[in-house]
Each structure stands twice: as C-alpha cells, then as structure tokens.
C-alpha cells in the first residue's frame, strides 16, 4: 500500500540544514551532529557564586549552526541549539529557577530582526518550566566587536548593561559564543548587584585560538 500523504511533512525540513543530505524531518543530520566539538572541560571561571561555561567548540558544525541562526535567520535551528544546553544542564544537576538571555538594545534587533540568544532561552523555559528572565536589559549602544583589541572591546562593553529587577532564585545566562568573555563579565556584574544566588552564564560554544 502506498504511504498516504501527510501535508504536516511539507513543514518540516527534509534536508540538513549544513550539508544537504536527506533527514526525513530534522534539521540535522546525524553525522553533522557527531561532528560537534564538546569541551573537556566546560567551566571557564568561577568566581564566587558566579560560573562561567562553554559546551562545545565555536568549530566546524557549531559554528556554522550559528550562523545559519544568526545570518541565514533559519530560526528553527534555535531548538536544536537549545537542546544542547538543556542536556548540559541536567548532566551537570544545575538547579535555578530563572533562564535568561544576552540582550539587545532595539536598533540592534530591529537590524537582525530577532534575538538568537532569546530563542534558545525561550525553549529552555519551555523545557524546564522556568519563566524567562526580562528584567536585565542593554543600555548602551555599542560596537561591533568584530576588529577591536582587546582594550577596545572590554571598554565597549563597559556599563552597557543592567538589571532593573532583585531576583530570587539561581539564574542561567544563555549566550551563542563565548570569545573573550568581555560580555559575560558585565552582564553577571550587572545582575549581581541584584541577587545574592548564583549565576551561572552558559555560553553554546567558545573560540579556541
């Protein structure tokens, strides 16, 4: 008997969305999947109640996941990123009580269009049953960090952003890619003038030079 047509497949993927081969419904394939990178070691700093992380290496499939995400705007790959970072969290028993994401002033979405770190941290919330963190915002204007030194970019970065709410609870920071980690640093400096718990800022991937 022939297979009946289902038009719920026309919705979905039939390719990966890296190398073209046929998938039958994800967005990647297994192959490219077995190609991430992960890190050996995951904790980058911990500085008090305050955790920095990176799961895999910014290489190879993960780096181009992200920027399909990021400058293809093929939004339904924003689930399997996410998927990473739920397993990482349930490896690694982290216990919060709110997900939040790298913000953006604006002009800064308007231009990309949408928020890559706020669609993967919007389905860890749906995941995990946390509500999204929406008090911390980005204030400032800023570069690209793309082309400036070292200097130049922890002075871009400098105060651009803040926690408007107190918060109760431990809190998970999502971020695409982890480079000199200039923006983990004020962001965690700004939401631990709010909180005493802990915070944990988990990067997807992370440059290795």
Known sequence: ??????????????????????????NLCSDCKEKIRYLEYPLIEHKKNIYFYAITEYKGTMEKSIKILKFRKRKIIAKDLANIIIDFVS??????????????TPP????RGFNQTYLMAKEISKANKIPILNGLKKTKETKKQVGLNKRERKENLKSAFKMTDKIEGNIVIIDDVYTT??????????IARKTKSNIYFIALARKIN
């Not at 297979?3 to 994800?26: A, M, R, V």
């Not at 982290?94 to 913000?103: A, K, N, R, S, T």
């Open 1 to 26: 008997m022939a297979n009946k047509f289902n038009p719920l497949n026309l919705l979905l993927p039939s390719h990966c969305l890296i190398c073209g081969k046929n998938t039958d419904g994800e």
């Open 91 to 104: 490896k690694e028993k982290m216990q919060f009580e709110h997900i939040g994401f790298v913000p953006m």
């Open 108 to 111: 800064e979405t308007r231009e």
């Open 181 to 190: 980690g200039n923006t983990a640093a004020e962001i965690t400096k700004a």
